[in-house]
């Protein structure tokens, strides 16, 4: 089993940045992707950022170029650091870690952009 605990949302206004940390616990060795989430009510779970095992990134389009996904391999932390916040990127932010054999979600944390 793998735990994930995000955190580091918030309310931060329009053009700034916050860094969310998914810490990962457990049997971590059994990830090999690792990807963040956003939802926002009556709308499906969008992804935003993922990383493959190669340390390949990609990016939701509304991101490119404001949002950088990175990680701490050897410490099983990842971040989402966000830059030049909009209120449309408002949300909760879910880690998402990807094994052999199932999904595994962190509990989320707010973010609010205000305008």
């Known amino acids: 089993q793998v735990q994930l605990a995000e955190s580091g949302g918030g309310l931060v206004q329009s053009g700034g940045s916050l860094r969310l940390t998914c810490v990962a616990s457990g049997t971590t060795a059994s990830i090999y992707g690792m990807a963040w989430y956003r939802q926002v009510p009556g709308k499906q779970r969008e992804l935003v950022a993922l990383?493959?095992?190669?340390?390949?990134?990609n990016y939701a389009d509304s991101v490119k170029g404001r949002f950088t996904i990175s990680r701490n391999k050897a410490r099983n932390i990842w971040y989402l650091q966000m830059n030049s916040l909009r209120p449309e990127d408002t949300a909760v932010y879910y880690c998402n870690a990807q094994s052999s054999v199932r999904a595994y979600w962190g509990q989320g944390t707010q973010v609010t952009v205000s305008s």
């Open positions: 990383m493959t095992p190669n340390s390949s990134t």
